[in-house]
């Protein structure tokens, strides 16, 4: 069935640090992986996506890289800041909808 | 405007109550969702409207009722609610066939 598998479930690192947060998923037919980030009490925020016909994508500090061979995708924040702190999901897109990886809580102490 | 908007913010309802909950985006979006977010999890699908059709309900209890007034505005109803049905209610909006969800701020709801 539809799956999205998220690792690690908590990640602390010092600020400065990078983070990678990897994600798996189950249907080869997925063609898009938004990832969000949510900082407590507010809404789900969009911070890069990428589509199957691209392999790396990147926005200033954040970068996302897509493996459809293996079926896995990878976030990967440089030089952390504390704001960076917050839950980050990930998500693949099933037919009319996205699934959600269970999420990652990224600390990050100055 | 480039934001989905969401009222109420906080709800707090007993198990009799009716309450009904607003989602409203001028993006241009014909593809509006509902979704359901417990404390440290992911957000899960209720609801899916396109081109104000329900085109997805992810077997929702009936105590949930979508509605769709126009291409701008979602709304869901709430009756004979249960207390684990507590929970961040997520509004967001997508242009059709497209990928990209955008989120409200969410109602916290808490059912008594």
């Known amino acids: 069935g539809e799956n999205v598998e998220q690792h690690p479930s908590t990640l602390s690192v010092q600020e400065g640090d990078s983070a990678v947060i990897k994600c798996t998923y189950s249907?080869?037919?997925?063609?898009?992986f938004p990832w969000y980030k949510q900082e407590l009490g507010k809404r789900p925020q969009l911070i890069i996506d990428?589509?199957?016909?691209?392999g790396e994508k990147k926005d200033q500090r954040i970068a996302v890289t897509l493996n459809k061979t293996a079926k896995h995708f990878s976030l990967h924040i440089t030089e952390t800041q504390p704001e960076d702190s917050a839950v980050y999901f990930c998500?693949?897109?099933?037919?009319?909808?996205?699934?959600f990886g269970t999420g990652t809580r990224l600390q990050v102490f100055p | 405007d480039t934001e989905v908007t969401q009222t109420p913010k906080h709800l707090v309802m007993g198990m009799t109550n009716k309450k009904s909950l607003k989602c409203e985006q001028h993006?241009?979006?014909?593809?509006m969702y509902w979704y359901k977010q417990k404390a440290k999890k992911p957000p899960e699908l209720m609801f899916v409207?396109?081109?104000?059709?329900?085109?997805i309900n992810e077997s929702v209890p009936s105590r949930f009722s979508p509605e769709c007034p126009n291409s701008s505005l979602l709304n869901l109803h709430l009756h004979a609610l249960q207390p684990e049905d507590s929970a961040l209610y997520l509004c967001?909006?997508?242009?059709?066939?497209?990928?990209?969800?955008?989120f409200g701020p969410g109602t916290r709801l808490t059912v008594l």
């Open positions: 993006m241009g979006h014909r593809a």
């Open positions: 409207y396109s081109y104000e059709k329900l085109s």
């Open positions: 967001a909006s997508s242009q059709l066939g497209a990928d990209t969800q955008y």
């Open positions: 998500a693949a897109r099933f037919t009319d909808k996205l699934i």
């Open positions: 990428i589509r199957s016909n691209v």
């Open positions: 249907d080869s037919a997925s063609n898009y």
